[in-house]
């Protein structure tokens, strides 16, 4: 047990490092952080004499005709009553994010179809050491991107004179936890999957069946649309990631600490799970392509 | 022919007006409704749900009045609002509500007697509903307070007559006492001494006064959810009367909302309802709060409530504004130290000239708003041009805290330096070139080994 982390220590270490040389995070971390610098100042450019006015700003007057077309005036309300700072945080991490977990899952797939994965179990690592480096990988940089943005978004409120607020800080935990996993979500697929284009269609395909339930679930559609959904989601919404992310929110909404402990316990123990799924099929099946 | 068709063709064009127009007459259906009176936390709303409704909604552990009834329907486009044309077909259905709850029991409800009405609290709205014999006692009883009102009116009117009449054959009196040179002192005396009848006030016990007998189907239900249909007198079931009733209630009560004015826009005041929300605003007014008590509901099922057509969102929960605090105060928190803010009434002045706006002063009833009424009554929170960030809370009648009622204000006057943020949104990028270039370096001056070693190897 003890060689395996190791193994996947020093996985994770060489495959941050290789992600490191690549361009890809910066570019997607500075792209995150341009649209938090957009969404921040559009809406301290949406303030009148009476709070916020999305009217006065037209990128925030689309974002919130949208999202209350989609979602509901209160959906807005909630979003925006501690400043632009939550809504900021989830569009700044998006990119990084999707980077990360479609890199990784490609990745998986492109070194199993190469037999590198395979050339590493005839040494010291075997494929779970490989799946949890990989995953490693994923926390740490999630983990960089997101205090990154933190920084960025902690620099451009304190110029503004703006506040973080508390949702803010406890959406922080809840994101990182989604991220995990939804990482392992595509570890998995990578495991499941016989090569990187299908890995990477599979998990796209779940993550995007997934963010459907989500929306169908809190949008203000006609009953038929959300019965559909409320029927597709008592069925899948437990092992959605997203469902439990919208679990937490609902805790910090209500202020019930019960429901955002319980929602980040069980995104964690998503994360565990899939992996542990990971870790079984890859030992019955083998890294071979 | 070629005329012809051009007649044709411009003939076609004058006609599409036309057919547009007509195209724009709601089309009305006759339908199978449950009207509804649903209480929603503050006051009653009036709605209906129409054959396609999915479900009732109603709030717990409250008096909601139903009624089955043959009218007809449209969609009015203007407001984007289903309507009922009731004055064309309004056809009550007697008969008996049956009702089942998800464990399968079924109770019938009869249609009763009902009337509501508000009777006047000190700052609030207070809901009563009178039901069966108790209806003609409250209606007789607000019917008596009118009458007994008209009649002190009548003799009100009556003594004015007559003081007035008095006054004038005292005035002739006077006059002719003062032509014919006699002393009119007495009759002056008399004069002043007459007393002018006060005219009586209309009885203040209704704020919204109880209407005449209604019939309906009256629902006061635990939080679940119901299925209701309609049985006929004869015992038969309504056909296409079956609805799901959804009975929801408040999550959370009390707590503490604020009525945001500027003093630019005090027509259209904003709310801060959400207890940890920030107001960023832009300090180019005084700011005039207003708190108030609110429950928080979930978002469809309020909607729905209100207006039985309407959309909201089914998991976010919304505050509603119930009633004003009753003898609050607010403590601001300044640099300077806490500060407390009372109540105060004030009168909105408009500007004077041809520039539009506002100005909010205090009311002043003995000097230059004599014989007017105050247009605002709340309290001022003053922005300072170095204010940056107040907090605040509202305190009860004995001066405590109301828990939940913290806000922080936030003085937005600039939105952060652009500059400053487009340069750190660049720096992953300068990092990338630094991580790359480096590399490029390190790689090019191992390049000589790397030739050696292709070398050897060879």
Redesign the interface.
Known sequence: MRDRIHAAAVIARRQIQETLLSPGLYVTLALGLLLGAFLVRGFAASIDSSGFNPQLNPLYDLIARFLGGTFGGAFVGKLFSEGPYLFALLVSFAPVFAYLAIASVFRFGLEKTAGAVELLTYGPADGTAYVLGSFLKDVALALLALLAILVFLAVSAAAGNLVLGPLFFWALPVVFLAALAVCAYGILCSIIASNASSALALFLGVLLLFLLILAGSYSIASAPVRSVSTVAATVIQWISPFFYTAMCFRGLQGGGAGALLGGLGLLLALAAALLAAGHAVISRKGVRA | MSKAAAFLLVLLLALLPLAAASAQVPVRTEQLIYTILAFNGKDYSATFAAENS??IYLLAGVDSFLSARKALVYFWPTTGEWKTDTDSLNWFFPGTLELWDRAGRARDIPLQKFTYYNVKGEYELNWKVAVGEAVAREFNRYQELYQDYFKSVAAFQKANTEYESSQDALLQKIMKTRQAGGDPSTLLEKMKSMVRPVAPEPPKDYVVPPTPAQEAFILNLPRGEYTIRLKNPDGTVMEGSEKRIVVHER??TNGIGYE??????WT???Q??????????????D?YLRPFFQD?FA??AYARTVDNAA????????WVRTQQVPHASIEVQTPAGPTLLGERLYYVEQTKGSGLGYTIVPFDPQGAHKGKAPNLIAYKVAIGKDT??LRLRALDGNGKPLPGSER?I?????????V???S??????A??AL??SL?ERRYSSQAPAREALKSNSF
């Open positions: 999915d479900a999550r959370r945001v004015i500027p003093s630019d826009k259209r005041p904003e801060s309802t959400t207890p940890s929300s920030v107001l960023h605003v832009n300090g180019s007014t700011l928080e978002d469809l959309r909201g969102n089914p998991n976010i929960y919304s940056q960030a922080q936030r003085v937005v006057r600039a939105a952060p330096p652009a400053l943020l487009l750190l949104a660049g720096l992953p990028l990092l990338m991580v790359l590399r």
